[in-house]
Structures are given as structure tokens and as C-alpha cells.
């Protein structure tokens, strides 16, 4: 009764976000079996559940979609929508997300293809978001200096 009242988009995105709970939660598990600590476990899972159910849920994506939308992400929306963004934030959620897209690859939701071209895209267009990163905090901070 509860879901009559929601949109056909709030049921989608319900769905997907459950989807990617199930994702997360293996994510994690295998973080785990491949020895990193609890801290970095914790820091790659949020951030990976920020991208994935705060970035790519809100268009209605799921999480095989993620490879071909980490420019977007991490070069302009991640930048001009959170506040704790940085240059180290850009630097760990790149290499968090890598890391779920490779976990993806092993459970075969991503293809081969996909992952090399985010692993390409990360690798070429990481200069340029760390570039507009600081273009950012120079403007944003621009009248604080004065």
C-alpha cells in the first residue's frame, strides 16, 4: 500500500538502489577477503555508494551504466555538488571505483570492455578533473584572499 503513493520513478529507483545494496554489501566482502583494513573498506564502500545511489540512481541507472559516466562524475558533478570535494576526494573515489567495477568484472555485471574504458578514462582524464578541481577552489575561494 505504502508504494501507491509513489511514483513509477521512486519505485525504479527504490528497485535499483536495493539492487545496488546487494552490490555494496559484496563489494565489501571481497574488499575484505583481498586484506585492506576496516578504514580503507569503509572509505571505498561510501564512496562507491555515493556514486552509485546518489549519482547514477538519480538518472535511473544502474550500476553496469557506471563505467561510461565516471567523467561526468568525477570531472564536473562530484566538483560543483559536494562540499567535502578535493583534490585527494577525486584521487580516492577514483581509485574506489575502479576497484568496484573490478569486483563487478569478477561477478561478470560489467564486461571486459566496459572496465578497460573506465580504467582508460580514470587514467586520461584524471589530470584534467585534479585541473578543474582547482580552477574551482580558486574561484569559490576568490574573494576569501582579498
Known amino acids: 500500500?505504502?508504494?501507491?503513493?509513489?511514483?513509477?520513478?521512486?519505485?525504479?529507483q527504490?528497485?535499483?538502489?536495493?539492487e545496488n545494496d546487494t552490490y555494496l554489501a559484496g563489494f565489501a566482502e571481497w574488499l575484505e577477503n583481498k586484506g585492506l583494513s576496516y578504514r580503507t573498506i569503509n572509505t571505498h564502500v561510501r564512496n562507491v555508494d555515493f556514486?552509485?545511489?546518489?549519482?547514477?540512481?538519480?538518472?535511473?541507472?544502474?550500476v553496469s551504466k557506471g563505467c561510461i559516466k565516471i567523467?561526468?562524475?568525477?570531472?564536473?558533478?562530484f566538483i560543483r555538488k559536494t562540499a567535502w570535494a578535493s583534490i585527494a576526494h577525486i584521487k580516492t573515489n577514483?581509485?574506489?571505483i575502479k576497484k568496484f567495477y573490478e569486483y563487478l568484472?569478477?561477478?561478470?555485471?560489467v564486461t571486459h570492455n566496459d572496465y578497460d574504458c573506465l580504467c582508460k578514462n580514470i587514467k586520461l582524464?584524471?589530470?584534467?578533473?585534479?585541473?578543474?578541481?582547482?580552477?574551482?577552489?580558486?574561484?569559490?575561494?576568490q574573494d576569501y584572499y582579498l
Do not use: C, H, T
Not at 582524464?125 to 580558486?138: A, D, S, T, V
Open 94 to 96: 577514483a581509485a574506489g
Open 105 to 109: 568484472l569478477e561477478e561478470n555485471v
Open 14 to 18: 527504490n528497485e535499483i538502489e536495493q
Open 125 to 141: 582524464y584524471m589530470p584534467e578533473w585534479l585541473g578543474n578541481m582547482k580552477r574551482y577552489e580558486k574561484w569559490l575561494f
Open 51 to 62: 556514486y552509485i545511489n546518489s549519482y547514477l540512481s538519480y538518472d535511473l541507472l544502474d
Open 71 to 77: 567523467n561526468d562524475f568525477l570531472g564536473n558533478w
Open 1 to 12: 500500500m505504502a508504494n501507491k503513493y509513489k511514483s513509477e520513478r521512486e519505485v525504479r
